[in-house]
């Protein structure tokens, strides 16, 4: 089942992520896709402010991971937040090469834009949100499947 939600900000981008992250839990994978600026490091924004990560939140296109540490507002254990760009990536081999094999492990989330290698690393076992421009500047849809 399909669910969408309009954006009409980037802060309320933001807040859809923290309402996502509310039903996320330890080894959640989700891949982030969509065109360049249209709002996926907003929404892990969003994600990693529900865990309470007190860093910036940045989307790590040249260094390619991420990783924050948040508090898991249900079980109060502390819980890693890994945050993928894999938009300089070109081959699925990459990805072992990154540790994609840890994110197995199940004590993280991990959140990963342009997501279109690891979805197939995954064998599509992942969830999977899409990020559209919406008709005006600041408007985006965001659909979760």
């Known amino acids: 089942m399909e669910r969408v939600v309009e954006s009409h900000s980037p802060d309320f981008t933001a807040i859809a992520g923290r309402e996502f992250a509310a039903g996320l839990s330890p080894g959640s994978i989700t891949g982030l896709f969509g065109n360049l600026g249209s709002g996926k490091t907003q929404f892990v924004k ?47 081999n990459e990805l072992t090469e990154l540790g994609f094999s840890e994110l197995y492990s199940g004590d993280s989330v991990t959140l990963i834009e342009w997501a279109e290698l690891a979805d197939e690393y995954f064998r599509g076992n992942i969830r999977r949100i899409y990020f559209e421009y919406g008709e005006k500047d600041n408007e985006r849809i965001i659909k979760f499947s």
Do not use: M, Q, W
Not at 54 to 59: D, I
Not at 77 to 92: G, M, P, Q, T, V
């Open 46 to 92: 969003g994600v990693c402010e529900y865990f309470g990560v007190k860093e910036v939140v940045n989307s790590p296109t040249f260094i390619i991971k991420n990783e924050h540490i948040g508090i898991d507002p249900v079980s109060g254990n502390e819980i890693k937040i890994f945050h993928f760009d894999l938009y300089r990536i070109s081959a699925i």
